[in-house]
């Protein structure tokens, strides 16, 4: 009797374990698909896109960090059934444990969950790549036209300084 227990309690641990990777996989898939959206945004500097995507993932990676709190309460409670070190739990040592048709879809899940979390930090890398690119070329601007609007900081003769170019009067050489 003590046998159907615990295989019904491992069962009602293992479906609520695997519900939640499910939705965790949801979730990731999701947020690969706003770094996409990040990314195209960034290359078109649409600020505006940009911020209401940052505010749609923000609330994203809020809702991931809540289901992930619960997947590490799963994942103790499950792995202290099939005896795997419940301190430390990991779905493959599970999956290793229960074996079976259960330990394959763990198994599974633990793939898919892998390459989308290295699927995004590789975008995201990406998109660090684009960003810092962007700020660099606007850094180069914003210098430019302060360099314009400040014109020269030389001195002509007699220490009076020269009028820049915004300042009428001064000629530019157009030889060639």
């Known amino acids: 009797m003590e046998s159907m227990i615990t295989d019904s309690t491992i069962d009602r641990n293992f479906q609520r374990l695997v519900a939640n990777l499910e939705e965790m996989t949801k979730l990731y898939r999701q ?8 990314k195209q945004l960034l ?24 289901v992930d709190s619960l997947r590490i309460r799963y994942a103790a409670e499950m792995a202290s059934l099939v005896r795997a070190d ?33 699927r995004l930090s590789e975008l995201n890398k990406e998109n660090e790549s684009v960003a810092q690119s ?9 210098g430019n036209i302060k360099d314009t609007l400040s014109g020269k900081k030389t001195y002509g003769a007699k220490g009076q300084p020269q009028r820049g170019p915004h300042q009428a009067g001064h000629f530019v050489s157009k030889e060639g």
């Open 86 to 118: 419940h301190e430390n739990p990991r779905l493959l040592d599970i999956a290793k444990n229960l074996g079976g048709a259960e330990g394959d879809r763990l198994r599974v899940i633990h793939s898919a969950l892998d390459l989308l979390v290295k």
């Open 31 to 38: 947020l690969l698909d706003l770094v996409r959206k990040e």
């Open 43 to 66: 290359i078109e500097a649409d600020m505006e896109k940009l911020q209401e995507n940052n505010e749609i993932k923000e609330n994203l990676l809020f809702k991931i960090k809540s």
């Open 134 to 142: 962007a700020l660099k070329n606007l850094d180069g601007a914003l």
